[in-house]
């Protein structure tokens, strides 16, 4: 069969498989061809010329009611199974076909794509229009089964826009979303192909064109493995260039197909009339916005040969607060006919931006919306670039650019706390602007940030706080999760990083923002107390408090006999005599009932150690907490055996552990670790110092995804290189 990637490739490949198939059907046929009263009939890919190297045939064996039909049948479908290829059959008269189609959607949307191989086509000439007049006259109930089924396969297969590895065919906003608009089109409801869909449905089959060349197989779900030998087969820079085009596409694809699903509920509601003409309001939103037919439509006034630059702001804004979708024909006018902004922008046009931004829910979609037709580029040029950009850490769920418009949504819950809400909802934005460029992205994004507050007009002063926030929003978390919050070193470094309570609030809210927004993954109760209590710590200090004092330890652990354990399941407290190894004993129990550490202090009080644990159960198992407080009895002991965690094994892909060196704590340093996480690590580091006489005082362990970042507070004067040398021991490369 042949090869190749595009529609000319696949054109010769749809021939290739016509002529084949004819072939099998004279061999089962001795010649003779199908008799009269049966067509082979192709539907699906082959039905619309649209044949991917290892895609399945679709067919149907339609006849008249001819004796020895199924018989015919076995004698073609063996044929094709044996070839290896997929074959999806069926064996029909035109009434058994029609009544499938009429009681199941996917059969009567398949048969919109129906095509004639072989036999007689008076078959096919009686059924093609009567089953497009059964799709049209049933479409309300059609469609209405086909969005159920739509909605659940959105569930079970995601957003191609965001996926790593979507499904190209199955995702949202993949290939079947495309079958799903010919179907409302063939119905008459809407344009629901227009060029943008057309060209996106062509690159993602290119896609899968050079994904099934690439496996030797059929494959829709664009797998990591595959991604470099894609990108260079459709002759792109690389996997995430690849992942960005995907993405952009798949965007179009479902954004014209939710615009699509309004259209027929428009249409539905006008069956409902029976046919009444109804005559729309036109009611006022906004300054030259109204809402017209539950979209929001220009007013008359505003359709000027010059319109206002800021007019795509306005009725974007209108659009996101109403939570009303903006009319098609209208985002294709501004598009095409609404000039470029003044540098700096006018104050009307920052002040619609602003209440875009601060919309909330109304956001997301509006923004997405204003995207699809080239507005949020004539707004932010540099927002091209962070379009479709993969994010390749599995804690974040949107593509670069969604993320930072689900950062402001979620920025828009708190403008009630800060001073300033119109700085919080633009740094939401532009947060994370300098991702994809070489370098720290905190640090590079600093100058981009700072060129687009100066362009939308704000001043001197707010600029400076746009950049700092860029460059300072993981600070908050960043101290939370891998510092010792009862240090007063801690506090004060971040007092002199922020230097006013305006911006603390700010990069309060902002870290709040950027957590949620990025994921499940990346915002937890415990994640959500730690970065509240530095917040209320710091502001307290800034605000001439003192440092608060840190919590008394229980009496029952300065005067029970040791060791004492005290345990439930989000913490573990341990009193026992002072030893080297003491900390790596407990982390290796914890490890072993499968309890994940996130934070870990220690002090000795009178020879006494003092051991506090926070931990999470794994996955979300259960705790045998009497095995576990014998254990730890025993482990303050020194009376375990090492775990099965101390025997090390390279994790393929892991590299060389990461190791940096901080300063800024009372009466130690900090070893900070990055490395991919593994069950027992915490153990393996701390046990591993132990060995080299190297005390652990505190632990904080921050787990992104697969990778973590754990700090470990060791005695000011411990040897550097010699503590280096016995971490980086405990991490095999090979």
Not at 109 to 125: I, Q, T
Not at 187 to 200: K, M, N, S, T
Not at 507 to 524: E, F, R
Request: glycine share 8%; with cysteine; charged share 20%.
């Amino acid at each position: 069969m042949p090869t190749g990637i595009g529609p000319v490739a696949r054109e010769l490949r749809a021939t290739w498989l016509d002529s084949w198939l004819r072939g099998v059907v004279d061999t089962a046929t001795e010649g003779a061809g199908l008799p009269k009263g049966v067509a082979l009939v192709a539907v699906g890919g082959l039905g619309r010329r649209e044949c991917s190297p290892h895609s399945d045939v679709d067919l149907i064996l339609l006849h008249s009611g001819v004796f020895g039909i199924d018989e015919l049948a076995s004698k073609l479908w063996y044929p094709i199974w044996d070839s290896r290829r997929g074959l999806d059959h069926s064996v029909r008269t035109i009434a058994e076909t029609l009544s499938a189609a009429h009681d199941d959607s996917k059969v009567a949307l398949g048969l919109v794509d129906l095509r004639h191989l072989c036999g007689d086509p008076s078959l096919l000439a009686t059924l093609q229009p009567a089953a497009l007049d059964l799709w049209r006259r049933t479409a309300v109930m059609q469609l209405s089964r086909l969005r159920e089924l739509t909605e659940a396969r959105y569930v079970q297969h995601g957003e191609l826009a965001h996926l790593l590895e979507g499904d190209l065919k199955e995702a949202a906003g993949g290939l079947r979303d495309v079958g799903v608009l010919r179907g409302i089109g063939r119905a008459g409801i809407a344009d629901a192909l227009p060029p943008a869909v057309r060209a996106a449905q062509t690159r993602i089959l290119d896609v899968r064109d050079a994904l099934h060349l690439s496996a030797g197989r059929k494959l829709d779900r664009l797998v990591a493995h595959e991604r470099a030998i894609v990108a260079k087969a459709l002759g792109l820079a690389d996997g995430d260039a690849l992942l960005r085009r995907v993405a952009t596409d798949a965007a179009t694809i479902a954004w014209t197909l939710q615009d699509a699903w309004r259209s027929v509920h428009r249409f539905r509601a006008d069956l409902r009339r029976g046919g009444a003409v109804r005559k729309p309001e036109r009611l006022p939103l906004a300054a030259d916005v109204v809402e017209f037919d539950g979209e929001v439509v220009l007013a008359r006034s505003a359709v000027t040969p010059r319109p206002d630059p800021a007019l795509s702001l306005r009725v974007a804004a209108a659009a996101a607060h109403a939570r009303l979708p903006i009319a098609r024909a209208t985002l294709e006018w501004l598009s095409s006919h609404v000039p470029a902004l003044p540098v700096p922008w006018p104050d009307g046009a920052r002040t619609a931006l602003m209440s875009l931004l601060g919309s909330g829910s109304g956001l997301t979609p509006t923004w997405t919306a204003c995207d699809r037709f080239g507005l949020v580029t004539t707004w932010l040029p540099e927002w091209g670039r962070l379009r479709g950009a993969p994010q390749h850490n599995p804690v974040h769920r949107f593509t670069l650019d969604q993320h930072l418009v689900a950062a402001a949504a979620e920025a828009g819950k708190s403008l009630r706390d800060v001073a300033r809400p119109d700085l919080l909802l633009l740094g939401a934005l532009v947060h994370d602007v300098g991702k994809g460029l070489p370098g720290d992205h905190s640090t590079v994004g600093r100058p981009i940030a700072a060129a687009i507050a100066a362009r939308v007009g704000l001043p001197a002063d707010d600029v400076a706080t746009i950049e700092f926030l860029v460059r300072h929003h993981l600070l908050l978390p960043d101290v939370a999760t891998r510092r010792d919050l009862s240090d007063p070193a801690t506090i004060a470094t971040v007092v002199d990083a922020v230097g006013t309570v305006e911006r603390l609030e700010l990069l309060h809210a902002l870290a709040k923002a950027d957590a949620v927004a990025t994921g499940p993954a990346a915002w937890s109760p415990w994640k959500a107390s730690l970065i509240d209590e530095l917040f209320t710590t710091t502001r307290s200090v800034m605000k001439g408090s003192p440092l608060p004092a840190p919590p008394a330890p229980d009496p029952a652990l300065l005067i029970g006999e040791l060791p004492v354990v005290i345990c439930d399941e989000s913490r573990v407290s341990i009193a026992a005599a002072d030893r080297t190894g003491l900390f790596a004993s407990v982390a290796g129990s914890l490890a072993t009932h499968r309890l994940d550490v996130m934070a870990a202090d220690s002090v000795t009080i009178d020879g006494r150690a003092l051991l506090h644990w926070v931990v999470a159960p794994r996955f979300g198992g259960e705790v045998d907490f009497v095995a576990l407080r014998a254990d730890l009895r025993r482990a303050a002991l020194g009376q375990l055996p090492p775990p099965s965690h101390r025997v090390v094994r390279s994790v393929p892909g892991a590299g060389e552990p990461a190791l940096m060196w901080h300063e800024g704590a009372t009466d130690a340093v900090i070893l900070e670790l990055r490395t991919v996480d593994a069950p027992g690590l915490l153990y393996r580091v701390t046990s591993a110092l132990a060995d080299a006489g190297v005390d652990v005082r505190a632990a904080r362990v921050s787990t992104l995804g697969s990778s973590v970042v754990d700090a470990f507070y060791l005695p000011p004067d411990v040897d550097r290189a010699a503590a280096e040398s016995v971490v980086r021991a405990a991490f095999p490369t090979s």
